[in-house]
């Protein structure tokens, strides 16, 4: 008896120390998140947040330890993932003075539609919504879905100001219900999505009418000079996307590259017109 009962304390005292932990955790989290959302437009990094800490009286070692409870959080739960990068990418969609991304639509988007009859388009992981407002413009019939609730706010107000109409929805590109033979266009720019996942392609492949095409155009980690920092994926290698794609049954490439050049984004701002990036291209039809 006297075994069982301090059995349960036991289990009751790291119930508790459990709770009390979570309690702190949320606390972190959410003092954390009232600062990132009181900040400037690429302000929200971990260095000044650190320096914010020590500040407020956090030794150097405590603002360490806080950021790493914070870091922990950030890499375990998608669902806070989403909160801070929605407000992040929100923050910089917004602000008018912003270069790391031009606002102009993407050029083999243009130009790759020029000639097609419009019909449903889906804008994966929209932005402000350059593209979809672009697309809207000429007659196409635009969803696009993000994780940044003002950059879709944006890319609503430019829409009206166009005289356009876009339809957005807050989503990830997972959750995303991408539907069966809905669309006529799906386009990836500049997107964070597992490109060359035959799972991922399926769905979109599924999701794209007889005659619909996929449009991709990202930049990817160059093969002869690469950034530090810039960590290799199954993503960089010479034809990847080319090989992933068409190992699907049902799509036909019109038109793979891979070249160097001026990109739409840079991850910073101060040279994202001198800096040559490498840019794979792909152009892809249902049959």
């Not at 910089?92 to 449903?120: C, M």
């Amino acid at each position: 008896m006297y075994i069982r009962i301090r059995l349960s304390l036991l289990i009751l005292l790291f119930a508790f120390l459990a709770s009390a932990q979570t309690a702190d955790n949320d606390k972190i989290w959410h003092e954390f998140m009232d600062w990132a959302k009181a900040q400037p437009a690429g302000g929200v990094n971990g260095q000044r947040y650190r320096v914010k800490l020590i500040e407020g009286g956090l030794t150097a070692a405590q603002a360490d330890e806080r950021l790493a409870v914070i870091g922990k959080l950030y890499n375990s739960n998608p669902a806070l993932k989403l909160e801070v990068n929605g407000v992040v990418m929100g923050k910089l969609y917004s602000d008018p003075n912003q270069t790391r991304f031009t606002p102009e639509p993407n050029a083999f988007l243009v130009s790759s539609t020029k000639d097609l009859k419009p019909g449903k388009a889906l804008d994966v992981c929209m932005g402000q919504g350059r593209n979809a407002v672009y697309l809207a413009t000429k007659g196409w019939d635009v969803t696009g879905f993000d994780i940044a609730e003002e950059g879709m706010k944006v890319a609503n107000e430019n829409a009206a100001k166009a005289g356009a109409h876009i339809a957005t929805i807050r989503a990830t590109f997972e959750e995303f219900d991408y539907g069966k033979e809905k669309w006529d266009l799906i386009y990836f720019v500049y997107t964070d999505v597992p490109h060359v996942d035959p799972k991922y392609i399926a769905r979109i492949v599924e999701a794209l009418k007889p005659g619909g095409m996929v449009l991709i155009d990202r930049p990817y980690r160059s093969l002869t000079n690469p950034e530090p920092g810039w960590k290799e994926t199954d993503e960089d290698k010479v034809n990847a996307l080319a090989k992933a794609w068409t190992a699907v049954p049902g799509l036909q490439l019109v038109h793979y590259s891979e070249t160097t050049g001026v990109g739409d984004w840079q991850q910073t701002s101060e040279d994202r017109l001198q800096h040559q990036l490498r840019i794979v291209r792909l152009l892809g039809r249902k049959l």
